[in-house]
């Protein structure tokens, strides 16, 4: 769970500096930061979620949350394009930035509260 928070800090930390860009160069360096970001979240999230599929019903969980994935983005998108529409330039930047670090601490908070949890089960054992 700390390489998924790592990783989404890392996604979400670029749409901040997104106004500060001023050459092509920069935004480079920031596409690699988010791509990092990016292989952190994408093979820790992706384990994650294998652990707890039933077991011979993989593949329909796995198209319920491809699904739901490609659903939330359209919506989000629409909500954020028409949110963005209605203020400043970069906005939306700003937002995803701020919700990916939101997130990540979140999951940030239940790794540790897991963690905990399997500390107390072995010691009542």
Not at 116 to 123: L, R, S
């Given at each position: 769970i700390l390489f998924l928070a790592i990783g989404n800090c890392l996604m979400g930390f670029p749409y901040l500096l997104y106004p500060l860009i001023d050459n092509i160069g920069f935004y480079y360096v920031l596409q690699i930061i988010f791509g990092i970001g990016v292989a952190f979240n994408i093979i820790s999230w992706r384990k994650l979620f294998a652990k707890h599929l039933d077991r011979n019903k993989e593949g329909i969980e796995y198209g319920i949350y491809e699904l739901i994935?490609?659903?939330?983005?359209?919506?989000?998108?629409?909500?954020?394009?028409?949110?963005?529409?209605?203020?400043?330039?970069?906005?939306?930047?700003?937002i995803v930035g701020i919700g990916v670090i939101m997130i990540s601490s979140s999951l940030l908070s239940i790794g540790l509260n897991v963690e905990?949890?399997?500390?107390?089960?072995?010691?009542s054992k």
């Open positions: 994935m490609g659903i939330a983005i359209v919506i989000f998108g629409l909500i954020g394009g028409k949110l963005a529409s209605l203020s400043q330039e970069y906005f939306e930047y700003v905990n949890q399997k500390a107390i089960e072995t010691q």
